[in-house]
């Protein structure tokens, strides 16, 4: 089936540095959305990429979909302790399929103070 | 105010019984959804309904039944054939055409007793 791979599982850093985190796949994507999940809480929409090379930001995230649109990343500068969470890229698929989104593995982000 | 809902927060199940998990949303939304997540682990579907009165598996339906009779509605039914039930099941809603953007309910955590 349609896999949507997001790298890496985990990433801890300390409060101040950046992270990123990366999703890819294998067949061209019609859209890729990006959500967050608190600790203990369910996934809220951040973002939608749309066009082959788009570039979103929100404050300190960068969202970019990649040219193919097979891939994209979320960028956060300067990562605060209020950026914990787990972050999941979630792919719908040029073929049209009426499930809408396929989820990756998620990111789990933790920052040190 | 407009949102998804989702009960119990908690739930404990017996060893081979069947328990229903209730999502109710007042977003006007056409389609529905129904996923399961372990622990580190991102989202995958049991079942997704585009319209009242139709539904289609997702990925993991097995040992699952839902029931779409109202499009506020769209109950989860884990069943006694479902062998590793415990997991925290999120209930999401979008509109149908175009892209996207899903929302989640509050979830549920399932754990067998």
């Known amino acids: 089936g349609q896999q949507v791979m997001q790298i890496p599982q985990y990433q801890h850093v300390q409060e101040g540095e950046d992270f990123t985190t990366y999703c890819n796949s294998s067949t061209t994507l019609s859209n890729i959305q990006w959500y967050k999940q608190r600790p203990g809480g369910h996934p809220v929409f951040l973002i939608q990429?749309?066009?082959?090379?788009e570039v979103k930001k929100q404050k300190r995230l960068t969202f970019q979909f990649g040219e193919a649109k097979k891939n994209s990343s979320l960028h956060i500068t300067a990562t605060q302790t209020t950026d914990v969470g787990t972050y999941f890229c979630a792919g719908s698929f040029s073929s049209g399929s009426a499930r809408q989104l396929t989820f990756g593995s998620g990111t789990q982000l933790t920052v040190l103070p | 105010d407009g949102g998804i809902t989702q009960s119990p927060k908690y739930l404990f199940r017996k060893e081979g019984q069947n328990v229903t998990l209730s999502c109710e949303q007042n977003?006007?939304?056409?389609?529905m959804y129904w996923y399961r997540q372990d622990p580190g682990q991102g989202l995958r579907l049991i079942y997704y309904s585009q319209i009242v009165n139709d539904f289609q598996k997702g990925d993991i339906a097995e040992g699952y039944s839902v029931s779409r009779e109202k499009k506020e509605s769209f109950p989860l039914t884990v069943t006694s054939a479902q062998k590793n039930p415990t997991a925290f099941y999120l209930c999401?809603?979008?509109?149908?055409?175009?892209?996207?953007?899903?929302?989640f309910g509050p979830g549920t955590r399932l754990l067998v007793l």
């Open positions: 999401a809603s979008s509109i149908t055409g175009g892209p996207k953007t899903q929302y």
């Open positions: 977003l006007n939304h056409d389609a």
């Open positions: 990429l749309v066009k082959s090379g």
